[in-house]
């Protein structure tokens, strides 16, 4: 009997096959072709989810959007007056204004001194009369001088150190010229505008300071949002890792969720610092036209909108890959 079941099981059983499951390699092709395709469900599934819920997202996209207009609006502004005082930006130039007493001659015989001196480029004399008539033509005051008794401008030496670049110098400089008898007051032109540009440092040290906190809120927006998306998948996410989906599986669609958010806030910020802009524009084209001047706010541009939009990008993503390693580890089957 033992004898006839084996040559039964013989002739039912070939030699060399082996019964259960047998393993084979992937492709590399193949694992990558899978990995595009999990990509691309991916991102269509994530973008769906987001529109499904289109007053929430809209929301979300407002806020981010919000919180990246105030720091860009602010450095859009920033460079516009830098573009202005870019314009004033001249070499240093010391105003000597003489004493109500000096005649004509003595002025001109005081420019010729101090043109002669090295440590002075240029000295030019403006006598008061040449003064009282180009303020009479700009100022647009000609009736009211006119009925003056007597010219109340002094005369008036203009100074340009040979060396302008060093402010240093030119205020040493000036401080020796204001100690001749002649002069009543000599006043460096540049001392403003120093002022206006460490005024402006200052600004846009405090520009970044608030972008830095704001783009921290910006990222706690964007995981808190991400975490209620886990929180709502919770049991779809627990059934993907019990049939052996990786993390990185589960990660995906997280990702792609915050990426999606923050291309949406860029894009928000886009319009908005842009409507802003446009609705000053007409205003501060009257302001700059009343001073004969041809200044015109510049904008985001192209490239200023796009750079928004990726930065809101990789803030989503960002927050999104903080949001599921903290919380998508905590998710186990059980």
Do not use: C
Not at 129 to 157: K, Q, W
Request: aromatic letters at 6%; charged letters at 20%; hydrophobic letters at 50%.
């Amino acid at each position: 009997m033992i004898g006839r079941g084996r040559a039964a099981a013989g002739r039912t059983a070939p030699v060399g096959r082996r019964d259960g499951a047998s393993q084979s390699r992937t492709r590399w092709r193949d694992q990558f072709n899978g990995w595009l395709i999990h990509h691309r469900l991916s991102a269509a599934d994530s973008m769906n989810r987001v529109l499904d819920n289109p007053f929430s997202s809209a929301m979300t996209w407002l806020v981010i959007g919000i919180a990246l207009a105030l720091p860009t609006g602010l450095d859009v502004a920033l460079d516009n007056v830098g573009q202005l005082s870019a314009s004033w930006d001249s070499p240093a130039q010391i105003s000597l204004f003489l004493q109500d007493g000096v005649s004509d001659d003595r002025a001109r015989q005081l420019q010729e001194e101090l043109a002669g001196r090295g440590d002075i480029a240029q000295a030019q004399f403006v006598s008061r009369a040449e003064a009282l008539e180009e303020f009479r033509t700009l100022s647009g005051f000609a009736e009211v001088l006119a009925s003056l008794d007597s010219n109340p401008l002094p005369h008036l030496i203009l100074v340009s150190p040979a060396d302008s670049a060093a402010q240093s110098s030119a205020a040493a400089l000036r401080a020796e010229l204001e100690a001749y008898p002649d002069v009543a007051q000599a006043v460096l032109d540049m001392e403003w505008l120093q002022r206006l540009n460490s005024l402006m440092e200052l600004s846009r040290r405090l520009v970044l300071a608030v972008g830095g906190l704001l783009v921290v809120g910006v990222l706690l927006i964007l995981g808190n949002t991400i975490r209620l998306a886990i929180e709502s998948r919770r049991e779809e996410i627990v059934i993907v890792k019990l049939v052996g989906g990786s993390n990185a599986f589960v990660r995906r669609p997280f990702l792609y969720t915050g990426l999606w958010y923050g291309v949406g806030g860029g894009l928000f910020a886009a319009i908005l610092v842009s409507a802003s802009l446009w609705f000053l524009r007409q205003p501060v084209s009257e302001l700059a036209m009343s001073y004969q001047s041809e200044f015109q706010l510049r904008g985001l541009g192209i490239m200023g909108g796009l750079n928004l939009i990726i930065l809101g990008g990789l803030l989503g993503l960002a927050g999104a890959w903080l949001a599921v390693a903290r919380h998508l580890v905590e998710i186990q089957p059980r």
